[in-house]
């Protein structure tokens, strides 16, 4: 320990590592893949070309490797925006630019099968995180390379895949319109699954808006994509889908790094060049 003065308004270690993920500039490629669940961020890796653990500190757990050639990090986030915050905030630090979030999901329609996975184009802001960063009517949207690299992924590897708007929720419980201890609840939790239902949202989760939310106020690219562990309509639930979220991540991260090769130096990313 030195005697050396830290600042507390973005505070990092002696060693220049983030304060909370114990990343440094070099540990972490330019494309991230952010779990909710530390554990998955090895189940990620194992599908990788080559891949090492950089650091796991808290629930923040982070690897960094290669997939079929493409420079790749996963780091856990924790549930919900806090965490996920801090990890946009933390990586982009140290030089990632694009995060993609590989979680599970509940879907609020009938027709989509529990193991399905869906890709997030928005999110509905129910959540606290995003409006400390910026006024409730600022859109949260996905990034349309993100989305458009989702969709290749899963058609290439034969996933059943939907789109559509999320609602992000900072409770799993009365959030989402489940009873608390006890069977508490409170009206508008009775109503929310039908009033988002009539809006055409697809799915509860816990951290796009505030991924897609810091997204578009920094420049990231951005995407989420989750597999349905529940129907909410159909009052049914079960732990499927998340290898082939997985793969669709990892594909995705390929992907976009082609992209990015297509583009030659362009802002921006079309089939015609």
Not at 125 to 142: I, N
Not at 148 to 173: C, M, N, P, Q
Not at 184 to 207: C, G, H, P, R, W
Not at 244 to 256: Q, T
């Amino acid at each position: 320990m030195t005697d050396k003065k830290i600042s507390a308004t973005r505070p990092v270690t002696e060693d220049r590592e983030q304060y909370h993920l114990e990343v440094k500039k070099g540990d972490v490629a330019k494309s991230v893949l952010i779990p909710g669940d530390p554990q998955r961020v090895e189940r990620i890796s194992a599908l990788w070309d080559e891949s090492k653990q950089v650091a796991m500190h808290r629930q923040f757990v982070t690897h960094t490797g290669k997939y079929k050639g493409a420079d790749i990090s996963a780091c856990s986030t924790g549930i919900g925006g806090p965490g996920t915050a801090i990890v946009i905030e933390e990586l982009a630090n140290v030089g990632a630019d694009t995060f993609l979030r590989v979680g599970s999901c509940a879907t609020l329609k009938e027709n989509i099968n529990i193991g399905d996975i869906i890709i997030s184009t928005a999110a509905v802001r129910l959540d606290g995180t995003s409006k400390q960063y910026v006024r409730p009517e600022y859109p949260a949207s996905a990034s349309y390379e993100v989305v458009l690299a989702f969709v290749e992924a899963a058609e290439t590897l034969g996933v059943t895949y939907h789109l559509g708007i999320s609602a992000s929720t900072d409770s799993f419980y009365l959030g989402q319109s489940r009873p608390g201890f006890g069977g508490y609840t409170q009206s508008m939790s009775e109503t929310l699954i039908k009033d988002l239902t009539k809006a055409n949202v697809v799915n509860f989760e816990m951290e796009a808006a505030t991924l897609f939310t810091l997204g578009n106020i920094f420049g990231f690219r951005t995407g989420a994509v989750c597999a349905v562990y529940a129907n909410r309509v159909r009052d049914e639930f079960a732990v499927k889908g998340e290898r082939d979220v997985i793969r669709c991540g990892n594909e995705a991260v390929k992907i976009l790094a082609d992209m990015d090769e297509e583009k030659a130096g362009k802002k921006y990313w079309s089939r015609k060049r």
